[in-house]
């Protein structure tokens, strides 16, 4: 078997994955009339998974660093399935809560090994688009999985997303078990020795970039049903659509960053994507009366905030590519850490002030990242130290 055809098979689990994490988003209002609180306690649910995930992930791959690659992905299948199951029987906010930190934790796990099985299977010179095909796998939970999870949730009860999801599980063990080689586990990193890599400013400069990108990203994201029933005036029926909608332009933005990526590099794709995903958050904020308009501003949204995903990535391996692993596990740590802030603050804001400013604070998130993204990259050089640079190049060329 081909390390492209292992590649998509491990794409095809994130996917399920990925639905899991996201189908909380689509389904908010669902979760919210039934377990009797309100919307912004329901988006909590997701800064409950968003912390576990965190905080949770790098104890669990220093603690598992010695294990083959292959057997870990299948221990935290197993736990992902029982996380789930759980959802469906048990009733309650706080059982639901306890599911979903279950899910976090064994989501983290298979997600931080299949990045680096995905890296160690794929050569060198296709790393992007290699790890772009997973986060394809993420973004196709998007198109299908939560625009799927939606209408069962109208049509049905929204357990039976969760359910579903548990049932599938069994097919991903299946699918890890006769696909995927072993791949031996590494030496063990205890997270002291994870967190020195915070002292290289890039590193930290790097996650401090993924903080805003997906902090920004999740202020509006978690909220999106809500937004397009009660602001945009959507049906439910046309909420699925536009979720199906959002989601095609994710896989497509996930696939053109890891393409980009690997011809033009990561800095101009990884601005550009930024500042495009930023103006689009405000467009969409002075059409949000407009259903009409709503479709294509929230595809051009998605389209720019996912060409980030395997871009970023990418940048991160680069700057440690010794440690791909402690990379991608703090990464992943900060992407969770972020979504629950962005959870958190859009809850504030949709208490505090209303649900229509969700756009605007989520567009200044993503603007401070593309800001230091540009900063760091060195595309703001002002001053005397832009002065000097120039004129040491102007100096060069004249000698030559």
Known sequence: MSYNLKIYMLALVSFLVGTSEFIIA?????????IGVS???????????????GFGTPFLMAAAAKVDRKRLMLYALSIFIVGNVAAYFFTGFTAL??????????????????????AKLAPAEKQGSAIATLVMGFS??????????????SAYDW???????????LLALLLIALAIPKTDGEQP?????????????????????????????????????????????MSEKFVSIALLAFGIASLIGS???????????????????MLLHAVWLVVISFAAHSPGLMFPLLMLWSFSAWSSGPTQQYHLISLAPEATSIMLSLNSSVIQLAMAAGAGIGGVVVEGASLAAITWIGAAGVAIAALISAASFGYLRVGAA????DKEARARKFSA
């Not at 988006?43 to 912390?51: D, K, R, Y």
């Not at 357990?159 to 599980?169: N, R």
């Not at 832009?386 to 640079?389: D, F, G, I, P």
Request: glycine letters at 12%.
């Open 26 to 34: 689509g389904i908010l209002d669902k979760v919210s009339d039934d």
């Open 39 to 53: 919307v912004a306690a329901a988006g909590q649910l997701i800064t409950v998974f968003s912390l576990a995930y």
């Open 97 to 118: 809560i306890v599911s979903r930190v279950i899910v976090a934790l064994s989501s983290g796990v298979f997600v931080v090994t299949a990045l680096t099985v995905a």
């Open 140 to 153: 196709t939970a998007l198109i299908v999985g939560v625009p799927l999870g939606r209408l069962v949730a």
């Open 159 to 169: 357990k039976l997303v969760f359910g579903g999801i548990g049932l599938l599980g």
């Open 189 to 233: 990193v205890p997270l002291r020795d994870q967190l020195k890599l915070l002292k290289n400013p890039k590193i930290l400069v790097a996650l401090g970039i993924t903080f805003f990108w997906l902090g920004g990203y999740s202020i509006t994201y978690t909220y999106i049903s809500p937004f397009l029933l009660d602001i945009t005036g």
């Open 255 to 273: 696939k053109l960053g890891g393409f980009s990526t690997d011809r033009w590099g990561f800095k101009r794709t990884l601005v550009n994507g």
């Open 386 to 389: 832009s002065r000097a640079a």
